[in-house]
Structure formats: C-alpha cells, structure tokens
C-alpha cells in the first residue's frame, strides 16, 4: 500500500468506485469480537467470506475476546495502529472521535444510498453534530422476561406491568428452603461492581419518569426520579428476592438455568435457554418493559472506518457489504440480536421467534445508556454512579445522599 | 538413651502424623480444583445453583464442545511450542547470567540484579501501549518469535536470581580443581557447575513452563490472527459479554493443565536427584 | 568484513575469539549478554518509554494535548489520596499474600520432601493450583464465595460458631478473600523452588544433627532454615513483586469494589489508563509502583543481610 504506483491506482479507484469497490487485492484489517465463537462470530465469518467473495480484496481480521475488545481497541488507537475496520458502540465512539479515530461516512452513505437502507432512528446514537461516523449492526434493549411455569404455579396470569407489580411478583415468586436459604429469587437485578449497574438505576429512573441528565446534558442524579429508582432497588434488594453481588453474566445464567423467575435483559438470553435448557424453554416468555416510557439500550455493534486507513473505498465496500441484503436477511439466523437493515427481519424469522416482538418493537424508541452530551465520558461516569448504587444497597447510606455525592462527583468530572 | 525400638517408634508415629499432614493440607489445596471438576462435569449454565457437594447430572458434554466447536487443539499447540522455546531459552539464558553473576567478581553486580528484577515491577498496564508500538516497529507483532521473546523477559529476572542462588551454595572449589585440569571457564560451567546445580534447573524449567503457558499480557496484546491464539486467550475467551461459561471454561482449565502436568511429572524426578548429596561436600 | 578477508589467516581469529568467548571478559559477556539484551529490548525500552510518557500529556479523550512535558503528573501523584489509598491496600494485599504462600509452601515442601511411595502424585497435588490460570482461579473462587449458592458458605453450616457471609462484597472479608484466592494460585511456585532448595542440603548434615540428637525443631530451626536462607528470600521478593503487581483476581472478583475497599494499585493504574483514557497518569501510576515495589525489596533485602551478617553470616 505505501508505493506511490499504488496509491496513484487507489485514486483511480475512488473516481470509479463500484458498489462494491472493483479494484482488486486490497487487504484490510478488521478488529473483531469473537471471530471464532459459534453465533455472532459465523455471522461475522460469513460477512469476511461474502466480502472477499464480491471484492477480491482479502481482509485480515484480528480476533478479540469479548472481555478484551475494549482494551485492545485503545491499545490500538494510542499506539496509532488501528485496523481499517473497527466494531465500536454508543459508549465508547466518543471516546473514540476525541482520540481523532473515526472517518466521518456521511459522503460515502449519500453516494452509496445506505441511508434508506437502515431503519429509522438506527444512524441516531452514531452521529454527532450531523456527522455519521458509523454503520449499525446490531441492536438490543432490555425488556422484561420471566418463566410463564412459575408465574402459573404462583397464581399470576399476566406478567409484572408496573415496577410495584414487579417487586410485588418478586416476593411471590422467592422460594426459601427450611434453613432459609434462597433456593429460587424471584427476579434478577445486576448489583456488582460492574457497568451493567448503571443501566439497572437508569432503567428505573425511567420508570419513575426521569433520567441521569436533562436535556442540555445537566446531570440529575439527585432528582427524584432517580431517587426513586434507587429507593426501589433498594427494595428488592433489602427483600432478599435478587441475588445480592451477583455479576450480571452469573445472573444470567442462573435465570436461565431456572434459578430465578423474572429477570429485565436483553434476547440474547432464548437462544441461550433453547440450547442449553431445551426442556423448559416453553416457559420462558417475553413482554414489555414493566414500566410507560422508553426501555434503555440502542445499537451495541457498529461498523467504523478508521481516520487513518489507507484504503477508505474497500473498507467502506465492507461496510456495504455488511448492510446488503443478503447479509442482512441472513443475520437473524446466526444471531440473536435485532439487525438494522430495512426488512431485514422477514416474517417467516419472526413467526419463528415469537419472543423477538418486544424487542422489535421497541429497537427504535429505546434511551440510550450513555448520556446524550457525554457519550465520550461513558467509562468516566458509570463508575460513580455505580458507587453510589451500592452505598446505598450495601451500607445502607439514604439514596438522596449517596446520590447527591454522586452528582458532585459527576459535576467535578464530567460537566460541559 | 533412647533405646533403638523406641526410635523406631517415634518415626512411626512422624510418618503416620506427616502422612495425616499431607492428607489434610492436599484435600484443602485440591477442594478448589475437585469444585473445577464438578463445574465441568455439570450442563452448561447449571453451574450457580450447584447445592450439593456432587455434581447432580453428570456430563461429558462440555469437553466435547471444547473440542469440536472451539479450536482447543491448536490452542493447546501454540502453548506447547512457546512455552517449551521460551522456558528452554530462559533456562540457558537465565543460568548462565546466574552463573556469571555467582562467580565472576566484578563492579555493578549488585545493580543489574536489582535493575533485572526491578523489570518486574511495572504493572502491566503502564507498559502495554509502549510495548505493542516496540513490537509493531520491529515487526514482532503477531509472531510466535515476539511471544517467545516475551515470555523469555518474563522467565528470565526470576531464573537469574534463583540460578545465581543455586550456584552460590555450590562450593567454587570444583570447578577451580577443573580449571587446574586444563578445562576452560565454559567447559568448567557445562560440565562441572551445571549437573550439580540440576536439582534447581528443573525447578526453573518448571517455572519457566509454566509462566509462559499463563501468560496473558503477551498472548492477548500482540497475537491478533487467531491461528496463533495459545489456550490461556482461549480460556479467557469463554468469559463472553454476555455469558459467562463456567462449564466449558473449567472443562477447558482441566485440559489446559494436563501438558503441565506432564512437564511437571518428567522434571520433578530432575528435582529429586539432588546432585549435592554425597560426595560433594 | 568479509568473507575473503577472513579466509586470508585461515584459523587464528576462530582461534582467538574461541579462547576470548571461553576466558576472562569475553566469557563474562557470552554468559551475561543474552539475558539482559532480551530484558533490556522486551521491557526497558517500554519502561523508559513509559517514564517519557508519565511528564508528557497523552490523554486519549484531548488528543491536542499531547506533546506538553512537565511534572503535572507527579505534582497531581502528591495530592491524589486515591493513588496514596491504593499503595497502601497494595503493601496489604501483598503482605498477606506472601505470608500466607511461604507458610503453605514451607509446610507442604517439610511434609512431601521425603516421601517414597506415591511421592510424585503428593507432589503433583501440591503443583496443581499453579497450572490453573488467574482468570479461572478467579471465576471458581467466586463461585465458591458466593453468598447464597457458594459451596464455602454450604460447609460452614456444618461448622459450629462459623457462619457464612458474603464474603466479597463484606467490607470487612473481601480484601482476605482475595488474598486467599491468590495464596491458593501462587503458592506452588514457592514450593517447587523450597523443594529443589531442601534437595541441595546435604543429607550430613541430618545425619549429624542425629547424632547430636537434635529434635525435629532443632534440626529446622539451625540446618533447613539456614540452608534455605537464601532460596527463601528470592521467592520473598518474587512473591512480593508478584503480590504487588497482582491483577485478574482482584480485577474479576470486585473490581476494586466495595466502594474501593480493595482498590489496588495495578486497579488504580488500569483504570486510569482504560476508564479515563489518561495514558501519561496511568504511566505515573505504574513509575509509583516502580518505585514503591523497589522500595520495599530493597528494605526486604537489607534486613535479611544485616540479620544474616548479624549472625556472622554473609548472602
């Protein structure tokens, strides 16, 4: 790629550029999660062998684990050797365009008509001040999921529609043996040291009608919307029915496997289930949020080009690529998350996924979890706010202070 | 006096109290992996709500998707070669630094044993970005060799100062009355001080072995095609975003311990011939 | 040089340098060249890098800023109490860590050293916590301490006067808790090496010690110690280093939690780096650390001499 011969072809090639990028032999270089991994990571190989198929250009992928990515992702940005192609999400994109990372694709998108091609609302959280600096893929929310077997045998018909009803089924639905261990919880509820926290409280200060900040980017930790949200997880944790210090991955797990009634999550958790616990996976059944307003989450995979590649035309040809059609209609099959692609989502895949609809119907309303105007401060700020979550649930420390020592925190860090 | 039978006696009474004292000590220090094992006899995801002692379904079925859906062969190979070409180098490039440390007297001694440990002492973290950009510009990244070398400036600090402690408590004489033979520094190093230090060699081949077969930090940051993945990366990987599968996981910990073992079980025996018994002093 | 040069005086330079690499200067740096070039390439240059960066301004989220040298990192180290916090539950966790894996492995290597029959697999059961990786150790310590369905807490209902807890989110046990998990992982490494050091002492001197009929404490207290003077204090100091750097334990298990009660340094430093994205500050961090884990290997080091030469001794 360095010869100027080359580059003088690359040139010509931008002047000529097909809707998927005619010249041959390019080599791009794609910073992956879970390459190997059934699910996602098929769909990811089917997308790297459907791009060399239609390009002839070859790409490399670099392999990450979940648990690594993000790491991997500055490591590579601050030692400027990021590959072209870059999965990144709401919260870290910011962090991301400050560090001078991401090529702006609004150009590109209009000449290539990519635009029409992603549902409403799907290019929102990946835009900033009008510029879009990435291609969504996959989308998810949290909404309410519990196990229809053990609601029935509790006596309830309909689950949980208002966060009362939801600590209220919580406590039905908590089983103690003699010795008064917990042997089933009634619901789950992330309370570790650990991002998913946050987006625990800023689920419930939703319910209660708020949110972590107004809508010029103020912090309002300490409304009482969030207090109450707080107040209310205290309640389910103080009533013993959600696992206490728990991480959310273990959670999962557990209410998968039977061990707890309700939970509020995301799909990935019924292609879990059908696999691993096929016999009960009949029970498990999905409804809306158990609160009015918008449910939290948005796109967690998207597609970027970094501001430093030397091959923009093939890296953008991959990002067209993944948005064809044909990539997009197969991606149900591999994944459970919700695609971005207009129809992608044919009816035959939804009648054979019933659980999907809540999901679909809220993948475009939903809150996103980074705070509009501090998108790049998201690893800043989850931590405080986590700290004060269980300063509260743990020590005991009144919600309205250890909130307003968080807002002051929060203040300090990360005004504008 | 005690009387002969009386003695006997007593050692009786030491072996059974030593025998009562291994039992005990290894049934706490193996509880963890016995609980390892019954993670990875249990169907995936069933692990949190274990609450018996035994493994209420038992199954084999994690070490089979180990096997067949996730490349834990080829893991397992990378480790194999990097950790037997870097515990190997770090050996014979640890030792003989030892050795020359033990033996030739000359100024700054003192500070490159302090400099050589003090490499340690960064954390990981503070090191990483400079570290990939080294790597990067000397187009070591995603090679075996740049793990190799990694895994070597791990191995190495510790190798020094245990070989240099090993030969200290090796009289010099030996090897003076070697050199009076006509034997040259070298040879009197290779064949004299070596096979006496061997009892410690094999500890640092162990250490070695097993330091390069954990290592994370080298693995993760500067493998990127998974065709050079080693198993510790693998292991790691079953810790998903979105769960975390404990099952397949230990099932794959359990695996990943078997080449150590081996390594273990043919060194140990190395541990055990304590050369300096006997004649030498 | 080339190759025709050298064939001129077939012999002598082979000759030369043989006898230069074998003896005197030339042997010395054949012997210590290898291992200190790998060290010096793989991480004294990251090092001195990473002293450069902690006085520059490399902060990912102001990328602008980068370029601007000066002490600000140091001067805002001084006043941080986090940082200061940190140092001291690190100097903790490190503490008990090394004490806990010298005792364990003290005992374990005394018990397993003469063994005959099954001698490699009692030997092998002690080695065993070493080959599972810290990310697993990590995550079977957790499911074992977990307040509700750990198996830990599941025995202790068999134990009178002990009753379970959640150990990692108790103020008052996560830091222990923590120091155990590291103990079970670590402490084979101190005992392959306490191992090899109890096969180098010569059987004599036991022999003696019989003769003089010297007890089984006796026998520890004036032969084994002695003898493993010097082996023990470079697993002290690897321990040490070892417990100071210690990272995926305490990173998976609490995360630094609860509300910072096990907050170490190497948490701090990746924190930093990877939550603030302020790269320099977390490369002043790791300098702290430096300087902190030299500190305390230093002062290790000078007890142990002037105890030894105290006694007459010399390391």
New interface residues.
Partial sequence: MKSPIKSALLAGAVALATPFGAHAQDEISFLVIDYEAPGMGDWWQLLVSTYEANTGNTVVPRNTPAREY??QL?IQ??SGTGADILIVNPNNLG?ML???QLMPLNDLIADSGLEERIVDGGWDSLTVDGTTYALPITGRTLELIYNSCYLEEAGFTEPPSTPQEFLDYAKALTITDE?G??TRYGANMVN???DPTYEMLLMWSIAFGGSYADENGNFTLDSQPVIDGLNHMKALYDAGVV?????ET?QRSLFATG?TAMTIDGQWQFPFIEENNPDNFDCYKSASHPWDGPGTGGVNMALAINAATDAPEAAFAFLETAASEEMQSAFSDHSPYIPYGVGALTDEQRAARPYLEPWIASSGTAHPVAIPGHA??F??IW?IVV?AI??TL??GVPAEESLAQAQTRLEECCSN | MTSPRRRRLDSVA?QVF?AA??VA??IA??F??Y??AV?ALTPTGF?????S?VPAEVTLENFVTLFTERPMLRWLWNSIIVAAASSFLSL???T??G???SR?R?RGAGL?L?L????????????V???Y??FRDFGLLDTMQGMV??H??LV???????AK??F??IPADLEGAARIDGC????A?WHVALPLAM??L??IF??GF?TS??D?LFAKTLINSQALWTA?TG??SF?GEYF?L?EL??AA?LT??LP??IV??VM?RR????A???S?? | MTRAQRRKRPGTLPGRFG?L???GPG??L???A???L??G???????V??LM?SFDT?A????AAAGTYGLHNYVRLLSDPDAWGAVLRSALYMLGTVAGSIA?AL??AL??RR?VRF??L????????????????A??????Y????G?IN?LL?HIPFITGR?W??D?QTALPALILAQV?NEFP?AY??F???L??????LYEAAKIDRAG?FAQFRFITLP?LR??I??IV??LM?MG??S??IVYIL???????ATET??VL???T?????D?SY??T???L??LV??VL??GYLRVMTRADTGKGGAV
């Fill in positions: 993000y790491e500055l940005a601050a962090e400050a560090a001078g010795s261990r917990v570790a040291n650990e696992p206490k210090g728990m991480t273990d061990g790049d401060q690893n800043e931590p700290d269980l300063l743990r020590d | 030491g030593k004292g291994i000590l290894g220090v193996l963890p992996i609980w390892m993670i692990s949190r709500s274990l609450t002692l014979a490039f640890g003989s630094c050795y020359a440390l030739l000359f490159v302090i050589v440990l003090a490499t340690q002492m960064m954390p990981a973290t503070s090191i970005v400079p570290l950009i080294l070398l990694g070597v400036s190495a600090p510790l190798a020094i100062w245990m402690g090993f200290d408590s040259t520094r070298l040879s190093y009892p410690g094999a500890a162990i250490y097993v077969w954990h994370f510790a292991i790691s810790r975390t404990h996981q230990m910990a990943f311990a150590v073992v273990f079980l140990q541990i055990v011939s304590g300096l018994s006997g030498v002093r | 006898r690499m074998t003896e042997f010395a054949l012997m210590l290898p291992a200190l790998v060290l390439f793989v991480i004294g240059l990251p090092m890098k990473a960066l490399i990912l989220r102001r990328p364990l005992s374990a018990l397993t063994v001698r490699a009692s030997r092998l059961a002690f080695l065993l916590p070493w080959t599972v990786p810290a990310v697993v150790t995550l079977v310590w957790g499911v074992m977990d307040g509700n369905f198996v599941r209902d959640d990692l989110i103020r079970w490494v392959i090496f191992l090899a050091g096969h180098s002492i010569p059987d004599e089984a003898q010097y082996i204090a470079v100091i690897l280093i100071f750097k990272f995926p609490t995360g630094g939690g609860p509300a910072g340094l190497t430093t990746y924190n780096a990877f939550r603030t994205l790269f977390s490369a961090l790791g300098i650390a430096v884990s030299l290997v230093l």
